[in-house]
Nanobody
Framework: QVQLVESGGGLVQAGGSLRLSCAAS????????MGWFRQAPGKEREFVAA????????LYADSVKGRSTISRDNAKNTVYLQMNSLKPEDTAVYYC?????????????????WGQGTQVTVSS
């Protein structure tokens, strides 16, 4: 299994930007599709974005489409989530996840490894 560590969260004002990073170690990173999910207090974990093994196929939740970009650098074993025009409703713990398949998915149950999460707080 691959181990994942997220970073880059923090407190930002509405309209601001953040870049989340997820560093992977363990098994070959490039065979995994990767995803970002988030969970706000009192809510279920929800899909944010996913990217296939090569980085040329991506999926986004409607709530972040046009404001966020997922990317990966297989040479650095890292996946990124660039978030722009942040809104208070983006406030959540953001989790990085790895899927034992080269193709993308929106379903949390399709992902086998999860990071510990990084807090993103957007103030109004």
């Amino acid at each position: 299994q691959v181990q994942l560590v997220e970073s880059g969260g923090g407190l930002v004002q509405a309209g601001g930007s953040l870049r989340l990073s997820c560093a992977a170690s363990g098994r070959a990173f490039s065979v995994y599709a990767m995803g970002w999910f988030r969970q706000a207090p009192g809510k279920e974990r929800e899909f944010v974005a996913a990217i296939n093994w090569a980085g040329h196929s991506t999926l986004y939740a409607d709530s972040v489409k046009g404001r966020s970009t997922i990317s990966r650098d297989n040479a650095k074993n890292t996946v990124y989530l660039q978030m722009n025009s942040l809104k208070p409703e983006d406030t959540a713990v953001y989790y990085c996840a790895a899927r034992l398949s080269p193709t993308t998915s929106r379903q949390p149950t399709d992902f086998v490894s999860w990071g510990q999460g990084t807090q993103v707080t957007v103030s109004s």
